[in-house]
T-cell receptor, first 112, second 110 residues
Framework: ETGVTQSPTHLIKTRGQQVTLRCSSQSGHNTVSWYQQALGQGPQFIFQYYREEENGRGNFPPRFSGLQFPNYSSELNVNALELDDSALYLC???????????FGPGTRLTVL | AQRVTQPEKLLSVFKGAPVELKCNYSYSGSPELFWYVQYSRQRLQLLLRHISRESIKGFTADLNKGETSFHLKKPFAQEEDSAMYYCALRAQGGSEKLVFGKGTKLTVNP
């Protein structure tokens, strides 16, 4: 059984650019949640995708968007990057919306 | 609004000593509470959840609704317990969102 994987591991972008982060969910999981973890903070919920539909969103602006594909992998897209978007982005998959979430290793995004 | 507070950013104990990591929450309904742990160079993983009422790696946590707390305890800390610990809350009855505290870094000294 393969765990949750994320790519890339690290990414450096400049302010105003756009970025796409990817997540492959664990085998058998149909739900993916995305979190932003700023330095010294706990993870903060961005949104969740369940069976390819957005199923809940945290307090993030519309320039944070996502997709889930038929194989339940997912993308997080961030437009018009700001310096404060620099953070670790975590993806978590689960077998259902309310079941235990299994986290990936994260993507470290730096915005200069 | 849902909020989780972990008052200690850092906690240091000696091996064999008892350890308690504090977690307080703010939520008007019935919450589900969790403890997640992140060991060095590893990913975030679930340690325990209050509805399971089980002991994992010697850790226990009891939900105290009167004090709105969910403190994590272990009677005899081990060096391998050194890690970052996060308390998290989810609204019971169906919510996709986990709300995390800022975390406590536990160091167990030999």
């Amino acid at each position: 059984e393969t765990g949750v994987t994320q790519s890339p591991t690290h990414l450096i972008k400049t302010r105003g650019q756009q970025v796409t982060l990817r997540c492959s969910s664990q085998s058998g999981h149909n739900t993916v949640s995305w979190y932003q973890q700023a330095l010294g903070q706990g993870p903060q919920f961005i949104f969740q995708y369940y069976r390819e539909e957005e199923n809940g969103r945290g307090n993030f602006p519309p320039r944070f968007s996502g997709l889930q594909f038929p194989n339940y992998s997912s993308e997080l897209n961030v437009n018009a990057l700001e310096l404060d978007d620099s953070a670790l982005y975590l993806c978590a998959s689960s077998a259902g919306r309310y079941n235990e979430q299994f986290f990936g290793p994260g993507t470290r995004l730096t915005v200069l | 609004a849902q909020r989780v507070t972990q008052p200690e950013k850092l906690l240091s104990v000696f091996k064999g000593a008892p350890v308690e990591l504090k977690c307080n929450y703010s939520y008007s309904g019935s919450p589900e509470l969790f403890w997640y742990v992140q060991y060095s160079r590893q990913r975030l993983q679930l340690l325990l959840r209050h509805i399971s009422r089980e002991s994992i790696k010697g850790f226990t946590a009891d939900l105290n609704k009167g004090e709105t707390s969910f403190h994590l305890k272990k009677p005899f800390a081990q060096e391998e317990d050194s890690a970052m610990y996060y308390c998290a809350l989810r609204a019971q009855g169906g919510s996709e969102k986990l709300v995390f505290g800022k975390g406590t870094k536990l160091t167990v000294n030999p």
